[in-house]
């Protein structure tokens, strides 16, 4: 079902590549040289920058990791000490807070120009989903999403068709947007040596089109799906919230992190946080135990590079049992309170 489906679509046109050989040379000029997006929590950062940061490593040249919003400075001592970070540019800045896209993307275009970088990194996180395209509209480039894996220089490895086909694909944009499919690349590990940090102010505007309102977060004490070593996710055969509550027993019984599927999601059964699949979270845990849930494409393009997978149905044709490496064929009713007594 998964079968790679690889074709190259060689894009940009003749006329392209004559309007951007300017930029073209002089990017050239100066070898390749990579900017990664690193999304600040405050004075933290968002996980998912290291796999961005050991995405870029892949290529030959600097790495230069952007640091944004009114804690920068604490968070770029941490991005510092990430292995494979050559420079930390920091812009301390609350107009960069919460990564409005507008605003990130000026200052990502600015930062471009300033270290003429020729690949722009970001996890396919929501925020680099934000960004990014906005910057490659900046940049008069085009963006190519959530990579699995690179080539070369300008050849980069995608799911397409809901994780059906792989593309891979060649772009002859001088300046390459890219969003980083996290799970596909390892995490880039700290260090005790710390890179360099060098303070920007570029004269850029705050943008008037979207404004920061709140954040409204489910809080729990559970592991983070998208970071969680086991998975286990509910689907709309668990019939009602009260019913969802044999996933959380479950989850917390293995020490797992909870998903569900979009039908489980859209019928209010548990917080939409909890979506895997092509409209929600990728994940690729050690174990996936998918109770419920039928296998729709969409919700397999979430979680089918999980290295075992588990699946619980009553149907015995169920799509989810083609990729499942255990399958038990029953009622989840009766077989997850069994599994429960037996773990
Ligand atoms: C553009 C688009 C994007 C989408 N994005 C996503 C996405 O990100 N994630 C996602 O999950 N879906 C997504 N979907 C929806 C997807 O197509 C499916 O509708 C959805 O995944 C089905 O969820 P489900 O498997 O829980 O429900 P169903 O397909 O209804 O399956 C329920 C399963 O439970 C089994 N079952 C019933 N009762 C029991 C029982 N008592 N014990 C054991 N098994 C039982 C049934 O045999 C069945 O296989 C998307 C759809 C579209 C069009």
């Not at 995405?55 to 941490?78: H, I, M, Y």
């Not at 149907?315 to 399958?327: T, V, W």
Request: charged share 20%; with cysteine; aromatic share 4%.
């Amino acid at each position: 079902m998964f079968g790679s489906v690889r074709h190259v679509l060689a894009r940009g046109s003749a006329l392209k590549q004559l309007s951007t050989q300017g930029r073209l040379y002089a990017v050239q000029r100066s070898g390749l040289s990579s900017l990664v997006f690193v999304e600040t929590k405050g004075s933290g950062i968002e996980e998912g920058a290291l796999n961005a940061i050991s995405a870029a490593r892949k290529l030959s040249g600097p790495v230069t990791a952007v640091v944004a919003g009114s804690e920068a400075d604490a968070a770029a001592k941490t991005v510092a000490k990430i292995e494979g970070v050559d420079k930390v540019v920091v812009a301390k800045d609350a107009m960069f807070d919460h990564a409005l896209p507008e605003t990130t993307a000026s200052l990502l275009k600015a930062l471009q120009e300033k270290e003429g970088s020729t690949h722009i990194f970001a996890p396919h996180s929501a925020a680099g989903k934000n960004v990014m395209p906005r910057l490659a509209a900046l940049l008069d480039s085009q963006q190519i999403s959530d990579i699995v894996a690179i080539e070369g220089e300008d050849t980069f490895v995608r799911p397409v068709y809901a994780g059906n086909a792989i593309a891979t694909v060649k772009t002859s944009d001088a300046i390459k947007i890219l969003t980083v499919r996290t799970t596909s690349f390892p995490a880039a590990v700290y260090s005790d040596a710390a890179s360099a940090t060098e303070e920007v102010a570029p004269t850029i505007d705050a943008s008037p089109l979207s404004k920061w309102v709140k954040e409204d977060v489910a809080k729990s004490d559970r592991p983070d799906l998208a970071a969680a070593k086991r998975v286990v996710s509910g689907g709309r055969a668990v019939k009602s919230s009260e019913g969802f509550k044999i996933i959380y027993d479950l989850a917390d019984k293995i020490g797992a992190a909870v998903g569900a599927s979009r039908a489980a999601v859209d019928a209010g059964y548990c917080d939409n946080s909890l979506q895997v699949g092509q409209t929600g979270r990728i994940v690729a845990p050690e174990l996936y135990i998918a109770i419920g849930i039928s296998g729709a494409i969409q919700h397999l393009a979430g979680m089918k590079d999980s290295k075992v997978i588990v699946a619980i149905n009553k149907d015995a044709d169920a799509p989810i049992f083609q990729l499942a490496d255990y399958g038990l064929v029953g009622d989840l009713f009766t077989i997850v309170p069994e599994l429960m007594e037996k773990v």
